[in-house]
């Protein structure tokens, strides 16, 4: 493997704003690549040492919610070529889990999440900066979807939640990050024209490290 830095795009938006489906299509495009992605959801904080009544009521879509210290560890740890544990969150639980997940270490990591261009020494890091900007409309259909069939939540916990954090919590920590991309995304992953000119974009910077 080339010891050259490896290239971090950093790939953020509201919740259900197509971040993933926009970091997928990334990944998608270099089969052939070391490539990887890493999600900043994977580092919510240890909530063990609290009772389980006060784990639900964690605000997720804040940055305390987020262990961002041992993300930009683990990033450095990519960086240098080193291999990490990444952590696993049991949503259940409203905890971490005792499970990690190998990661080895690749020449292009994409970095998912909310927060992700809140926090200046993340920033720092990144290549390339990707904000993807979606109506409120379609975030919350897509959030409903979501967190009925994958996380068993109900319809009205889902709205109550996102009438009542999620989205003032976008207004105030989210949206105004988009000052500090690079390129941003209308409509998340079916906007097919911004992910051939940043897929091309990543191509040419791969071309430049080899």
Same mark, same amino acid.
């Given at each position: ?106 020449? =292009? #990591?994409?970095? !998912? %999440? ?7 020494? /993340? ?6 900066? $990707? ?51 690079? =390129? #941003?995304?209308? !409509? %998340? ?7 051939? /000119? ?6 040419? $910077? ?5």
């Amino acid at each position: 493997m080339s010891k050259n830095k490896p290239i971090i795009i950093g790939v953020t938006g509201g919740s259900g704003s197509g971040k993933t489906s926009v970091s997928r299509a990334i990944l998608d495009h270099f089969p052939n690549h070391s490539i990887m992605m890493l999600e900043h959801d994977s580092y919510y904080k240890d909530q063990s040492h609290l009772k389980f009544e006060d784990r639900l009521a964690t605000n997720y879509d804040h940055p305390f919610a987020f262990d961002t210290d041992l993300l930009i560890e683990h990033l450095h740890q990519l960086v240098e070529y080193k291999t990490i544990e990444i952590p696993v969150y049991d949503y259940v639980q409203h905890t971490r889990s005792e499970q990690v997940v190998l990661q080895e270490p690749k020449e =292009v #990591i994409i970095l !998912e %999440g909310i927060m992700i261009l809140e926090d200046e020494r /993340l920033r720092d890091m990144m290549d390339i900066k $990707i904000y993807v900007d979606t109506d409120d409309d379609t975030r919350i259909i897509r959030r409903i979807k979501r967190d009925i069939e994958e996380r068993g939540r109900t319809l009205d916990s889902v709205i109550e939640q996102y009438l009542g954090v999620v989205k003032p919590m976008y207004h105030q920590f989210i949206e105004p990050t988009k000052r500090y991309a690079d =390129v #941003i995304v209308p !409509e %998340g992953g079916e906007n097919h024209v911004a992910i051939d /000119l940043i897929t091309t974009k990543v191509s040419a $910077i791969l071309d430049e490290k080899n």
